[in-house]
């Protein structure tokens, strides 16, 4: 039996961060429960009507987000408030598949195009890998707006 995993990121601003993530992927914030979120609506605006109708704090409000696969497929991401700042390498990281079944120059100028995509939601790119046969079928590194590093691949 497979299981189903979560990812969690520790975050400054994990509505901010979510958001990335959510533009990344093409996933979606989901709404509070017990709230039917109508289509077009903004679930992270329904959100803030919720926390505020339930007493949460304002300084509270953004401890915690979440988006999830609208097809269902793929993990949940949460993120969470931390106090500290990133000090390291992270130790997972996210590869991204943005050239699947390219090859050569067209899988690499896919890649720049999606590293071009992402770096104006504000992502940063750390460097490109060539292609090295037949290991390696080339890949760009990025990291998110809080320095996680990810992968285009």
């Given at each position: 039996?497979?299981?189903?995993?979560?990812?969690?990121?520790?975050?400054?601003?994990?509505?901010?961060?979510?958001?990335?993530?959510?533009?990344?992927?093409?996933?979606?914030?989901?709404?509070?429960?017990?709230?039917d979120v109508?289509?077009?609506?903004?679930?992270?605006?329904?959100?803030?009507?919720?926390?505020?109708?339930?007493?949460?704090?304002?300084?509270?409000?953004?401890?915690?987000?979440?988006?999830?696969?609208?097809?269902?497929?793929?993990?949940?991401?949460?993120?969470?408030?931390?106090?500290?700042?990133?000090?390291?390498?992270?130790?997972?990281?996210?590869?991204?598949?943005?050239?699947?079944?390219?090859?050569?120059?067209?899988?690499?100028?896919?890649?720049?195009?999606?590293?071009?995509?992402?770096?104006?939601?504000?992502?940063a790119r750390?460097?490109?890998?060539?292609?090295?046969?037949?290991?390696?079928?080339?890949?760009?590194?990025?990291?998110?707006?809080?320095?996680?590093?990810f992968c285009?691949?």
């Amino acid at each position: 039996m497979s299981r189903h995993i979560q990812v969690t990121f520790d975050a400054k601003d994990p509505r901010a961060l979510s958001s990335f993530w959510r533009d990344v992927l093409g996933y979606v914030h989901p709404g509070p429960p017990g709230v039917d979120v109508p289509e077009g609506a903004d679930p992270l605006a329904a959100w803030d009507d919720f926390l505020a109708r339930i007493g949460v704090p304002e300084e509270q409000r953004n401890t915690r987000s979440a988006v999830e696969d609208p097809e269902g497929q793929g993990p949940r991401l949460f993120f969470q408030q931390v106090p500290e700042d990133k000090a390291a390498k992270n130790r997972v990281h996210l590869d991204v598949r943005a050239a699947p079944g390219l090859e050569g120059e067209e899988r690499m100028a896919a890649l720049e195009a999606e590293c071009a995509r992402l770096v104006a939601l504000g992502a940063a790119r750390v460097r490109r890998d060539e292609p090295a046969p037949p290991l390696s079928t080339g890949y760009i590194v990025m990291t998110d707006p809080e320095g996680n590093e990810f992968c285009l691949d």
